[in-house]
Antibody, heavy 123, light 112 residues
Framework: QVQLVQSGAEVKKPGASVKVSCKAS????????MHWVRQAPGQGLEWMGR????????NYAQKFQGRVTMTRDTSISTAYMELSRLRSDDTAVYYC????????????????WGRGTLVTVSS | QSALTQPASVSGSPGQSITISCTGT?????????VSWYQQHPGKAPKLMIY???KRPSGVSNRFSGSKSGNTASLTISGLQAEDEADYYC????????????FGGGTKLTVL
C-alpha cells in the first residue's frame, strides 16, 4: 500500500526544537522528492522545503532558512523535518507530501500526503 | 515569495458550475505551467485534483478542470455535488530564484 505515515503529535516549549518523521511505504523512496508543508490552525497551506531522498539535497523556503533541517534515512525509507527555535506561531499541522514526478526532476505537485503531525508550541 | 491570491469563498447550487481563480505574478503562475490544485475537507490531508495547470490525476472526476491565462490560473467544477464542499488551494512553482513553491490562501466552497 502506497502511503506516508507520520509521527505523532508533539507539544513543545518556545525555543525548543521538534523533529517530525515521515515513513514511506509501497514505492521507491529514493525515486521521488519529498516536500514538507505546514498549516496553522484555521489557516492555509505553506510550503516549507523539499529534499531529494536519493542525494539528500535540500531547498528551503526563505522564511525557514536557518531554522529548518530536512534529512532522510534511506535504510528505513523515512524523511525527517526538524524545526528549531520554536515560537508560538509555529503551532501547526506539518505534512510530508511526495512530489508527483519520478526521478531527478521536480514536478511541483504533491500526489501523496501524510495525515499530518500536529505540533503545538506553548509555554 | 508572496502567497497566490484566491477568493476567500465561493458558492453554488448542486448541478451548477463554479470557478475559483488563483492570481500570481509573472515570476510564478505566469512563467511556469506548474500550477496544481488541492481539495481539503475539514480535518483531512489535502488531495491533488489538478496538476500542470490542466491535467487530472487518475481517479479524479472529470467535473474538475483547470486552465491558465497570463498570471491567473483557474479551477472549474461543473455539476456541483454536495461532497465538493471543501477548501481548495492552488500552488505554483515560484521560480529558480527561490527554488520553491507557493500556495494560494485557499477558497472555501459552499454547496448551497
Amino acid at each position: 500500500q502506497v502511503q506516508l505515515v507520520q509521527s505523532g503529535a508533539e507539544v513543545k516549549k518556545p525555543g525548543a526544537s521538534v523533529k517530525v518523521s515521515c515513513k514511506a511505504s509501497g514505492y521507491t523512496f529514493t525515486g521521488y522528492y519529498m516536500h514538507w508543508v505546514r498549516q496553522a490552525p484555521g489557516q492555509g497551506l505553506e510550503w516549507m522545503g523539499r529534499i531529494n531522498p536519493n542525494s539528500g539535497g535540500t531547498n528551503y523556503a526563505q522564511k525557514f532558512q536557518g531554522r529548518v533541517t530536512m534529512t532522510r534515512d534511506t535504510s528505513i525509507s523515512t524523511a525527517y523535518m526538524e524545526l528549531s527555535r520554536l515560537r508560538s506561531d509555529d503551532t501547526a499541522v506539518y505534512y510530508c507530501a511526495r512530489d508527483g514526478v519520478y526521478g531527478d526532476y521536480v514536478g511541483w505537485y504533491f500526489d501523496l500526503w501524510g495525515r499530518g503531525t500536529l505540533v503545538t508550541v506553548s509555554s | 515569495q508572496s502567497a497566490l491570491t484566491q477568493p476567500a469563498s465561493v458558492s453554488g447550487s448542486p448541478g451548477q458550475s463554479i470557478t475559483i481563480s488563483c492570481t500570481g505574478t509573472s515570476s510564478d503562475v505566469g512563467s511556469y505551467n506548474l500550477v496544481s490544485w488541492y481539495q481539503q475537507h475539514p480535518g483531512k490531508a489535502p488531495k491533488l485534483m489538478i496538476y500542470e495547470v490542466s491535467k487530472r490525476p487518475s481517479g479524479v472526476s472529470n467535473r474538475f478542470s483547470g486552465s491558465k491565462s497570463g498570471n491567473t490560473a483557474s479551477l472549474t467544477i461543473s455539476g456541483l455535488q454536495a461532497e465538493d464542499e471543501a477548501d481548495y488551494y492552488c500552488c505554483s512553482y515560484a521560480g529558480s530564484s527561490t527554488f520553491g513553491g507557493v500556495f494560494g490562501g485557499g477558497t472555501k466552497l459552499t454547496v448551497l
